[in-house]
């Protein structure tokens, strides 16, 4: 398992991670644990969660226990040392959370104060912002979005008042270091031109959609990434399962995101099916399971930090681990490259 330093930070983080949004819906909290246990007993250090996880579906019952299943392993197995655990606060519009309020001075102190009470830990490795308060172009919001609204001097003056309250937490010690999430190459740059000038902790890592389905990051924000020193944290990479063949032929198996889902977030669509059955066409010709394919492209991708994988099952958890030892040819990308070519942004 291979580890990557974030950006500025000192974080080294495996470049798999273990994501965790299904843990308290979808997953039990035993089945959560049985997952932390087979990650990190196979040599991956890095969590991922937030303070509205579970998913699927969300509900103001469920805010916050998935969190509170992490703490419920590091208090049984007292193993918070060997995991980086990086957390988001949620932004504007999330009813459940703070009544929808937008991210402020005023609400990092609260959110990070009750994500460190369920997870039982005094400390947050990596603190991210999980979309901006102007809006994302991501989940699909790219083919209308707008920004001609936004008002960039109220844009810095968040940045500024967010990175004197993050500072002021960084000093306390309950974070270590933070990052963007659902976020533009302009807003990276911000970010990072804002820290340079008042101070506060510069963004280390931004966690956005990407896959071989999903390749908005390739340009601006990939650029951004390598210029600025802020590492990509794919979520998604298996396309929310497309990427496995299990929806092929209309099928929707039991339990599966899709029977919960049914659009699975917009991905589900007229031409996505086409897509996938190429890119399991070069799995076949290069003898490749499609996951860990699927996974190991986007570990070798030049401004990639981290890939996070979720799973409702041990043996799914396993089966992405398998990515860790593959290296794909030049052939095997070239082949995925044509196929990207002959079906770009299928969803």
Known sequence: MQKRKLGSSELAVTDLCLGSMTW??????????????????????????????????????????????????????????????????????????????????????????????????????????????????????????????????????????????????????????????????????????????????????????????????????AEACINEEIDLFAFSPLAAGLLTGKYQVGAVPEGSRMSLNGDLGGRKTARVFDAVDAYLKVARDFDLDPVQMALAWCRARPFMGSVIFGATSTGQVQRALGAAELTLSDEVNAALNAVHKAHPMPY
């Open 24 to 221: 308290g819906t979808q997953n039990t909290a035993e089945e959560g644990h049985d997952q932390i246990d087979l990650a990190l007993d196979t040599g991956v250090n890095f969590i991922d969660t937030a303070e509205m996880y579970p998913v699927n579906p969300i509900s103001a019952e469920t805010i916050g226990r998935t969190e509170r299943i992490i703490g419920l392993w590091f208090e049984r197995d007292n193993r918070r040392d060997e995991v980086v655990l990086a957390t988001k606060h949620s932004g504007e519009g999330m009813a459940h959370v703070r009544d929808g309020a937008p991210i402020s001075a005023a609400t990092i102190p609260q959110a990070i104060e009750g994500s460190l009470r369920r997870l039982q830990t005094d400390y947050i490795d990596l603190y991210q912002f999980h979309w901006p308060n102007r809006g994302s172009y991501m989940f699909r919001k790219n083919w209308g979005f707008d920004p001609s609204g936004q008002n960039r001097a109220d844009t810095i003056a968040h940045m500024e008042d967010a990175l004197g309250a993050l500072q002021d937490e960084v000093k306390r010690g309950t974070i270590r270091a933070f990052g963007l999430s659902n976020e533009s190459a302009w807003g990276m740059a911000q970010w990072a031109s804002v820290a340079e000038r008042v101070g506060g902790p510069r963004p280390v890592s931004v966690q956005n959609e990407y896959s071989l389905l999903c390749r908005l990051a390739d340009t601006d924000v």
